[in-house]
């Protein structure tokens, strides 16, 4: 079975649902990075689709776009209020000490790669064991 981190951003939640149903695939976790405007909402938006189809632990990351100054797209998202906890943990320290622990570790990643990015440039020698990212 494939051990996979689900890495969000803005959309995707049609994915996302389809990658946490497939049998083939242990999700370990999801990790978000909106990169817009109403990050909170949209945080909120992507728990609330996780945990829809399964109890998985989700961790929030990046806030804004790495590279850009102005946000992304997602303006014009509805404000989601949640009844689910995030981690505590950041996206970015998941996704190194999965990278450290968990051999074969493949990353799906939905829309922007700006928690997969930091997470290199915070360590690369660890994001290098990861077998794929997708």
């Not at 992507?46 to 303006?75: C, E, H, M, T, W």
């Not at 981690?87 to 829309?111: P, Q, T």
Request: proline residues 4%; hydrophobic residues 45%.
């Amino acid at each position: 079975m494939k051990k996979i981190i689900v890495d969000i951003a803005s959309a995707g939640q049609e994915a996302l649902a389809a990658a946490l149903a497939n049998p083939e695939l242990e999700i370990l976790g999801v990790t978000v990075s909106p990169d817009v405007e109403n990050y909170d909402d949209l945080c909120n938006l992507n728990i609330n689709a996780a945990k829809a189809v399964k109890d998985v632990p989700v961790f929030k990351g990046a806030q804004r776009p790495l590279l850009l100054k102005d946000y992304i797209s997602g303006s014009r998202c509805p404000q989601t209020k949640t009844e689910y906890a995030f981690e505590e943990k950041h996206a970015v320290n998941f996704l190194i000490d999965s990278a450290n622990e968990v051999e074969n570790l493949e990353i799906l990643c939905l829309g922007t790669l700006s928690n997969v990015a930091l997470a290199i440039m915070k360590n690369e020698e660890a994001m290098k064991k990861v077998k794929i990212i997708y």
